[in-house]
C-alpha cells in the first residue's frame, strides 16, 4: 500500500507557473506507474499526466501538452507536475495517483491509490 500526499498548489494568474509535488510512503514505490489527474467544480475528475515506473516513459493530456510536464524521483520517492503557461481553464483540485498494474493507463478507476488533492486557482 502507498499513502499520498500532493502540495505546491495555489492562485497563479494566467501564464504563470506552478509546481506540484505528490511524496509516496510506504514500500515499493518504484513498482507504481504515476498519475496526475484534476477535477474541476461540476465535472468528472479527468486525466493530466501519468509516468512509467522509469520514469522514461510518459504521456499527457492533450489540452496540457506541451505546456506541462510530469517527473518522478524514485530515490525520493516523489512525482512532481511542472505546469506552465496555466491558463483559467487549468483551474480544479489535482489529484496525483498511483496504479499497481502499471499497463499505462489513464482512466481513473484503473488507479488504486489517490492523495487528497491540491486546489490550483487560475485567474484571467
Known amino acids: 500500500q502507498v499513502q499520498l500526499v500532493e502540495s505546491g498548489g495555489g492562485l497563479v494568474q494566467a501564464g504563470g507557473s506552478l509546481r506540484l509535488s505528490c511524496a509516496a510512503s510506504?514500500?515499493?514505490?518504484?513498482?507504481?506507474?504515476m498519475g496526475w489527474f484534476r477535477q474541476a467544480p461540476g465535472k468528472e475528475r479527468e486525466f493530466v499526466a501519468r509516468?512509467?515506473?522509469?520514469?522514461?516513459?510518459?504521456r499527457y493530456a492533450d489540452s496540457v501538452k506541451g505546456r506541462f510536464t510530469i517527473s518522478r524521483d524514485n530515490a525520493k520517492n516523489t512525482v512532481a507536475l511542472q505546469m506552465n503557461s496555466l491558463k483559467p481553464e487549468d483551474t480544479a483540485v489535482y489529484y496525483c495517483?498511483?496504479?499497481?498494474?502499471?499497463?499505462?493507463?489513464?482512466?481513473?478507476?484503473?488507479?488504486?491509490?489517490w492523495g487528497q488533492g491540491t486546489q490550483v486557482t487560475v485567474s484571467s
Open positions: 509516468i512509467s515506473r522509469s520514469g522514461t516513459s510518459t
Open positions: 510506504g514500500r515499493s514505490f518504484g513498482v507504481y506507474e
Open positions: 495517483a498511483a496504479d499497481r498494474r502499471a499497463i499505462g493507463s489513464i482512466t481513473v478507476g484503473e488507479y488504486d491509490y
